[in-house]
Each structure stands twice: as C-alpha cells, then as structure tokens.
C-alpha cells in the first residue's frame, strides 16, 4: 500500500519526526510532500491519485470533493485530535475510513498555561523587553498563584491535569463544564458566569463547535475582574477577539495569553498579539518532542491496522468504511 505523508517538510520536521516516519516506512511505501506549500484540495487530489492513505497535519484539509476524486483512497488519517478541517460525512459517503489521534500534549498544553500566568502576573515577558530594548522596566507588584483562584472553562483531559496542578500549588479551582461531572470535593463546579466573576486566572480549554463560537465575547469578559487575565490554550473561535482587544484597551482586565487564534493555521491574531498587556506564542503548546511523538507514533499503529484492513483505535466512522482492503 501507499502512504502520503501530506505534511511539508517544516511541519514534518516540527510535528512528525524520524521515528514515526520509520515506522510508517515499515509499514507501507511511503511519499512524502516535498513542497513548502501546503496542499490544497485541488493539490491533495493530484499528489493522492495512486494513494491508499493519507496522513494529514493540520493544514491539510479534507474538504468534501476530494474523496469522490480519488476511489483508490481507503483512508484518511489525521495526526491531531481535531478534525473539524475533515468532511467526515462525504468520507463516509464514499467509505473512506477517518481517524483521529489522541491528545498526547495534555502535560505539554498545562505546563504553557501555568507559564503563561506565571508570566502575566510576574510581568516576565515585559521586564525582559525592556532590558532587551535599553530601558529600565518598572518593578511592579505581582500576583502569586498560591491562594489565587483559577476558572478552567472545559473540564476534559487538559482540564483535568490543569485542575490537580493547581491544587499542588494551593490555587483554589474553579471548573465550568456542563458536560463533565467534578467528583473531586476539592474542586468547586459553578457556571460559566460565576467562573468568569470569580476567578483571578481564567483559563479557556473548552472543545471548539458551534455552540461555542464566540463563548468569550463582551458579556464574558465583562463579567471578569479588572485585575483579572484570560488565557486561551483552546482554539481561536471561541473568542471574540474585537470584544477582547477592547477589554484590555481599556484596562477592563488585566492581561491575556494566547498561543491560538484567528489567523491562518490557528495562529493568535497579530493584531491582539502586539498589545503591551498580552502575551502570544505561534501554537505552540503541544509542540513538545514527547507530545509529537505521541500522535506521530499512533498514526503509524493506525496505519498498521488499515493495511490489515482492521479498525484502528480512533476510527471515527468504522460502521461506514466500505474500502477496506
């Protein structure tokens, strides 16, 4: 069989690594994207005619028309959680088999999300600007974490794994989820609006769909403290970034971190990103060697069993996967 690895090769680099790539080798004939463009549908369809699987990164869509395009394509495997940029019912339609991997980047995502508080309340980053650039920065007094309250907005594996790290460094936690139950006495379940008026960290891990676009928007952030920060490890469509940049133009919170956004692949919006009172980084919060691996390696395992012509772990339309070898 053949693979088409679709990643370029700097997202090869960053994001599946020689391990991986040595193992789908072991597996399966395996072609690589040698162009630092990323596919397009039209470009996916020409570099797939002979393909029996895909591998994509994120920047690879799998929009509707191309499975149609492309009947030798038994299966479409994406190395990430997400797979909202995969028509998945036009897969199905066609019986092509979509995968998922799993989130691998739990500890590497929550570890940003206390550096970024860390560093918003510290004024790490702006210190350090300011020496950089020859000036004398203003020692301001800081927040520490320890008897601070944290709002997580999403309580599922980074949520969790935020959660108990927090309490480690004695942060009293506050968790909005109305689709998870809080079992943990020591945690305190609330709504989101009491989240939002009580917590000096307010920390977005909710899972991105239609019904929370938007969830952070001017009523959100208007119901946060003045001394307050938001910090988004989620995706960028949960916010409101006009609503947001007006909040912290206007001192109506404190700060923001952000390392997703708006911008092409997820990136923060560099409109929000250049203000003093923010701190941005290029989506890189699972961009750890131990979390990258993790996803890499599972979609070799994956790739393993659909050339077996078994259903793989992550398999998110099994019952319709009609070209199966």
């Known amino acids: 069989m053949k693979v088409l690895l679709a990643h370029t090769p700097e997202m090869r680099r960053n994001y599946y690594g020689d391990r991986s790539l ?95 508080m860390v560093d918003l309340s510290r004024g790490v980053s702006r210190a350090t600007a300011d020496y950089q650039a020859g000036r004398q920065p203003e020692a301001r007094m800081g927040r520490q974490l320890a008897g601070s309250k944290i709002g997580i907005i999403g309580y599922g594996s980074i949520g969790r794994y935020l959660a108990e790290v927090a309490k480690v460094l004695r942060m009293e936690v506050l968790v909005s989820d109305p689709f998870a139950k809080v079992s943990d006495a020591a945690i305190r379940q609330v709504d989101l609006d009491d989240l939002l008026a009580g917590s000096d960290y307010v920390v977005c891990l909710a899972v991105a769909n239609e019904e929370t676009e938007c969830l952070i928007g001017q009523a959100a952030l208007a119901r946060m403290q003045r001394h307050a920060v938001f910090v988004n490890l989620s995706r960028g469509n949960l916010v409101d970034e006009a609503a947001l940049a007006k909040a912290l133009l206007e001192g109506r919170i404190a700060g923001a971190a952000m390392d997703v956004g708006r911008a092409p692949d997820q990136m923060p919006a560099p409109e929000l990103a250049k203000l003093p009172n923010v701190i941005a980084t290029p989506h890189v919060g699972g961009l750890t060697p131990q979390a990258i691996e993790y996803q890499s390696l599972e979609t070799v395992r994956q790739v393993e069993a659909i050339v077996k012509g078994e259903i793989p772990q992550g398999a998110v339309n099994a019952e319709r996967w009609t070209r199966r070898p």
């Open 22 to 116: 040595s193992g789908l080798r072991a597996t399966a004939e395996v072609v690589l994207h040698e162009s630092d463009d990323t596919l397009d549908a039209a470009g996916l369809v020409r570099a797939a005619k002979d393909i029996d699987i895909i591998v994509a990164d994120r920047m690879t869509e799998g929009r509707g028309e191309i499975f149609a395009q492309l009947p030798r394509l038994r299966a479409f495997v994406r190395c990430a959680v997400d797979i909202r940029n995969v028509d998945v019912e036009a897969a199905s339609n066609a019986g092509v088999l979509v995968t998922r991997a799993g989130p691998g980047f739990v500890q590497a995502v929550a570890e940003l999300a206390l550096g970024f």
